[in-house]
């Protein structure tokens, strides 16, 4: 059965937030005078939601959790003001979205971060692109790796599983994808390895945005 649409994950699959994200988290822990971390640290504390994030910053250095509602808020204040200043379109990313709309498959964005930043980036980077769905952490769902917000855009689409493919960067993609019945693709232009992808599921790993049409193609 060909695909007809494809949910893809933001960070680290559509956009590369990492620097915005990293000076954000890093500027609200040099405020409670905690140690900051590197871009390759966040690499990995990303993917799984803010309070998450926040919780794997703090125990990284055996932090005390008293502040960590001032540092969540304040991560997602800096956020807001920092999210357009270094982030950017992976390479590859926009023909890939233009050539898809042009063979008629539907897009969606899922994402754990929050809603507001999600539809943000997607409209301020992607500007008038037609995507089917944006989805952000809403509080009507829990964050992926649970299924209920890829079961919900799969209703909204009226589309059968087998015709959704499921692409991210992470193993929290993969767990979300397999947790929900549909083809996990991982990318390797995103914050994770290989490795990581497969032992989650990954059915295809691709280099390169173009690749995607490839698996397309093959489950045409």
Same mark, same amino acid.
């Given at each position: 059965m060909s695909i007809k649409a494809v949910i893809f994950d933001l960070d680290g699959t559509l956009l590369d937030t990492i620097d915005d994200i990293t000076n954000?988290?890093? %500027?609200a822990l040099a405020c409670h005078n905690l140690q900051t971390y590197t871009i *390759?640290?966040?690499?990995?504390?990303v993917g799984k939601g803010v309070d998450i994030l926040v919780s794997e910053v703090l125990n990284a250095q055996n932090a005390n959790h008293e502040h960590f509602d001032a540092i969540k808020q304040q991560y997602l204040t800096n956020y807001l003001l920092k999210q357009r200043?270094?982030?950017?379109?992976?390479?590859?990313?926009?023909?890939?979205?233009?050539?898809? !709309?042009?063979?008629?498959?539907?897009?969606?964005?899922?994402s754990n971060k929050p809603d507001i930043d999600t539809?943000?980036? &997607? !409209?301020?980077?992607?500007?008038?692109?037609?995507?089917f769905v944006v989805m952000? !952490?809403?509080?009507?769902?829990?964050? !992926?790796?649970?299924?209920a917000s890829v079961?919900? &855009?799969?209703?909204?689409?009226?589309? /059968?599983? *087998? %015709?959704?493919?499921y692409v991210g960067d992470t193993a929290t993609d993969m767990q979300t994808?397999?947790?929900?019945?549909? /083809?996990p693709v991982g990318v390797l232009w995103g914050f994770? =390895?290989?490795? %990581?992808?497969?032992?989650?599921?990954?059915?295809?790993? &691709?280099?390169?945005?173009? %690749?995607?049409? =490839?698996? &397309?193609?093959?489950?045409?």
């Open positions: 954000s988290m890093n %500027e *390759e640290d966040y690499k990995y504390f200043e270094m982030t950017k379109p992976y390479a590859g990313i926009t023909t890939l979205l233009e050539t898809l !709309k042009d063979n008629s498959i539907k897009v969606c964005v899922l539809q943000l980036v &997607i !409209k301020y980077y992607f500007k008038d692109y037609p995507f952000g !952490k809403r509080p009507e769902y829990e964050i !992926k790796p649970n299924p079961n919900e &855009i799969i209703s909204l689409l009226q589309m /059968t599983k *087998e %015709e959704v493919l994808a397999v947790n929900a019945s549909l /083809t994770r =390895q290989k490795d %990581e992808l497969l032992m989650s599921g990954a059915e295809y790993i &691709i280099h390169h945005p173009s %690749e995607l049409l =490839q698996v &397309i193609e093959k489950r045409a």
